[in-house]
């Protein structure tokens, strides 16, 4: 991988982190020395979930989740993605989603409807 790739990907992972930190999640960039759940892009106080960021213009979408999915081990694989001047995106399985949606919102959940 060429170095401004490496150094792109970097600043991805930074600006991720303060996306977090803004919104009142502490995140830092993680250290990078080998993929996997202890080298995570993003180190963050949200519990289960492991985030792998790309900061590319063209997401290669099945294999960025797959990245993830082998990276998180027993938490929840999510992709945050950014193309330039675009917004943050969070990617996840679909089950993995409303897992989240259940556990936020079982207790009202028939009050919804």
Do not use: C
Not at 3 to 15: C, F, L, V, Y
Not at 73 to 102: E, F, H, Q, T
């Amino acid at each position: 991988m060429a170095k401004a790739s490496r150094d792109k990907g970097k600043r991805g992972e930074r600006e991720f982190a303060a996306f977090l930190t803004e919104r009142g999640i502490p995140a830092r960039r993680g250290v990078q020395f080998r993929g996997g759940g202890d080298s995570p892009d993003v180190v963050h106080a949200i519990p289960g979930v492991h985030f792998e960021v790309k900061r590319v213009e063209a997401l290669k979408l099945l294999p960025s989740l797959h990245q993830a999915s082998e990276d998180a081990g027993d938490k929840i694989p999510v992709v945050a993605w950014r193309k330039n001047g675009g917004a943050w995106i969070a990617i996840l399985r679909a089950d993995d989603l409303v897992d989240i949606l259940v556990a936020e919102y079982q207790p009202n959940i028939e009050d919804l409807l």
